[in-house]
């Protein structure tokens, strides 16, 4: 068993002068173990989510017994809705249980939905039951990534903890990528590519053999014993106390743009390939299997790389800098990309940089969140910010999925896009937690 005995407990210990100390040096065996445990959770869980955006249409074509596009259109956007809104709720239970009960038996079980209720979409082949296994897996997914982000910043020491956090993240570009190879391996043949999800469920072995209860979450569970006006994981302290209502309710609104334009903005470069392909008279089959690797590939390529600078650039520059300035670019980003390409290789040209903008902020989410919140309330304010977040998303999703199907995709994702415009009001309001020590 590798030692956790480390600075990480004192993760508030202020950051060595700029230029004398890389962020890595000193980070012990067990911290890499953390962030490697903890990043192959969250890829495991963006596949979940990823593999029914690569392969809803085909499994649509299926249980809807239709080939209507605008049909097929409309639901695969209310089965992500769906999808946010069972991970909100899951995100905030489990976000509360793993706050009051410990980080290490949450994720176990977050990871086990995940996948058991994804393998069981290969045996189900009506609307409804599909629906209801995606609602339970993300219940799974949403919980997961709350708990593993509030894990990682508790054991990393301050001055690696935001590209821990940045890389955590990042991680997430792996989980498109396999739910791209599988997507395109299994092509029309889909209930395979949810029988590859259950794979994780043997993660849980690793965890369990491996991962202990970071230090600062044993303190924090026997002060809120002593103090019952502080209750662990408690949503009415969340909520009743000024300074943390405050900062859940702005990272909550913080997270819904970034989601909102993630599900119907960044996902729809794929739709945006589709629609350059037949243009240019490519058969409709030929062009849904052209389009997957232009999102999951080369667009997600440039989102790798936006999300793994964005933890250097919220350590050089601030978290509200970074937010804002990523904001505005990516606001710029989509009328470009959806207006400018004549050619579909110029498409492909700025796929990567139009990832890059609209991906690379959501790192800041697992590095900006865990900084806002107590101990205590960390994986519940955490997952507040970012699964209730997710609630508002899904309603976007609903109107999202309308405005596509009543108007041309190139104007309605660029009026999507115009939501980044109200991460530059919210970040204005939110504190600077550069170079602070994480509340207590």
Same mark, same amino acid.
């Given at each position: 068993m590798i030692?956790?005995?480390s /600075?990480?407990? %004192?993760?508030? +210990?202020?950051? /060595? /002068? /700029?230029? #004398?100390?890389?962020?890595?040096?000193? !980070?012990t065996p067990y911290q890499w173990l953390i962030l490697v445990i903890a990043s192959t959770s969250w890829i495991f869980d963006v596949y979940q989510g990823q593999i029914f955006g690569i392969t809803g249409t085909q499994l649509l074509?299926?249980?809807?017994? #239709?080939t209507d596009p605008a049909r097929i259109k409309f639901w695969k956007d209310v089965f992500f809705g769906i999808f946010l809104v069972g991970g909100a709720i899951g995100g905030l239970s489990f976000g509360m249980m793993a706050d009051r009960w410990g980080r290490k038996p949450t994720l176990i079980v977050t990871i086990l939905m995940y996948s058991v209720f994804t393998g069981l979409t290969y045996f189900a082949h009506t609307l409804w039951p599909v629906a209801i296994l995606r609602f339970m897996v993300a219940l799974g997914t949403g919980g997961a990534w709350g708990v593993a982000a509030s894990l990682v910043s508790e054991v990393f020491p301050a001055r690696a903890r935001t590209y821990a956090s940045g890389i955590f993240h990042a991680s997430s570009v792996l989980g498109t990528w396999t739910a791209t190879f599988v997507g395109i391996l299994v092509a029309d043949q889909w209930g395979y590519a949810y029988l590859v999800g259950v794979i994780p469920a043997f993660l849980v072995v690793w965890v369990i053999a491996s991962v202990k209860e970071p230090q600062r979450w044993k303190q924090a569970a026997d002060e809120s014993a002593q103090k019952p006006k502080e209750k662990a994981g408690s949503l009415v302290e969340l909520l009743g106390d000024r300074r943390w209502r405050t900062r859940a309710i702005l990272g909550m609104i913080l997270a819904t743009v970034g989601l909102s334009c993630y599900w119907g903005v960044h996902v729809a470069g794929q739709d945006l390939a589709f629609a350059?392909?037949?243009?240019?008279? !490519?058969?409709?089959? !030929?062009?849904? +299997?052209k389009a997957k690797p232009a999102y999951g590939y080369i667009e997600v390529a440039g989102g790798l790389v936006g999300l793994l600078s964005f933890g250097p650039l919220c350590a050089r520059f601030g978290r509200k800098r970074a937010f804002f300035w990523s904001q505005l670019a990516a606001c710029l980003i989509v009328p470009v990309t959806c207006y400018l390409p004549q050619t579909y290789a110029q498409l492909l040209c700025i796929l990567p940089v139009f990832g890059f903008l609209t991906l690379g902020m959501h790192a800041g989410y697992a590095i900006y969140f865990p900084e806002l919140f107590p101990t205590r309330l960390r994986a519940t304010g955490t997952a507040f910010c970012f699964n209730v977040g997710r609630v508002l998303a899904a309603s976007?999703?609903?109107?999202?999925?309308?405005? %596509?199907?009543?108007?041309?995709?190139?104007?309605?994702v660029s009026l999507l896009g115009g939501l980044f415009l109200l991460g530059l009001i919210v970040i204005h309001f939110m504190p600077e937690t550069k170079g602070q020590p994480l509340p207590e």
């Amino acid at each position: 068993m590798i030692s956790d005995k480390s /600075p990480s407990a %004192k993760s508030g +210990e202020s950051s /060595p /002068p /700029p230029g #004398t100390q890389a962020w890595y040096a000193g !980070v012990t065996p067990y911290q890499w173990l953390i962030l490697v445990i903890a990043s192959t959770s969250w890829i495991f869980d963006v596949y979940q989510g990823q593999i029914f955006g690569i392969t809803g249409t085909q499994l649509l074509q299926s249980v809807l017994a #239709t080939t209507d596009p605008a049909r097929i259109k409309f639901w695969k956007d209310v089965f992500f809705g769906i999808f946010l809104v069972g991970g909100a709720i899951g995100g905030l239970s489990f976000g509360m249980m793993a706050d009051r009960w410990g980080r290490k038996p949450t994720l176990i079980v977050t990871i086990l939905m995940y996948s058991v209720f994804t393998g069981l979409t290969y045996f189900a082949h009506t609307l409804w039951p599909v629906a209801i296994l995606r609602f339970m897996v993300a219940l799974g997914t949403g919980g997961a990534w709350g708990v593993a982000a509030s894990l990682v910043s508790e054991v990393f020491p301050a001055r690696a903890r935001t590209y821990a956090s940045g890389i955590f993240h990042a991680s997430s570009v792996l989980g498109t990528w396999t739910a791209t190879f599988v997507g395109i391996l299994v092509a029309d043949q889909w209930g395979y590519a949810y029988l590859v999800g259950v794979i994780p469920a043997f993660l849980v072995v690793w965890v369990i053999a491996s991962v202990k209860e970071p230090q600062r979450w044993k303190q924090a569970a026997d002060e809120s014993a002593q103090k019952p006006k502080e209750k662990a994981g408690s949503l009415v302290e969340l909520l009743g106390d000024r300074r943390w209502r405050t900062r859940a309710i702005l990272g909550m609104i913080l997270a819904t743009v970034g989601l909102s334009c993630y599900w119907g903005v960044h996902v729809a470069g794929q739709d945006l390939a589709f629609a350059m392909l037949k243009q240019h008279g !490519v058969d409709a089959k !030929v062009a849904m +299997e052209k389009a997957k690797p232009a999102y999951g590939y080369i667009e997600v390529a440039g989102g790798l790389v936006g999300l793994l600078s964005f933890g250097p650039l919220c350590a050089r520059f601030g978290r509200k800098r970074a937010f804002f300035w990523s904001q505005l670019a990516a606001c710029l980003i989509v009328p470009v990309t959806c207006y400018l390409p004549q050619t579909y290789a110029q498409l492909l040209c700025i796929l990567p940089v139009f990832g890059f903008l609209t991906l690379g902020m959501h790192a800041g989410y697992a590095i900006y969140f865990p900084e806002l919140f107590p101990t205590r309330l960390r994986a519940t304010g955490t997952a507040f910010c970012f699964n209730v977040g997710r609630v508002l998303a899904a309603s976007m999703m609903v109107f999202s999925g309308w405005l %596509k199907a009543r108007m041309d995709i190139h104007l309605a994702v660029s009026l999507l896009g115009g939501l980044f415009l109200l991460g530059l009001i919210v970040i204005h309001f939110m504190p600077e937690t550069k170079g602070q020590p994480l509340p207590e």
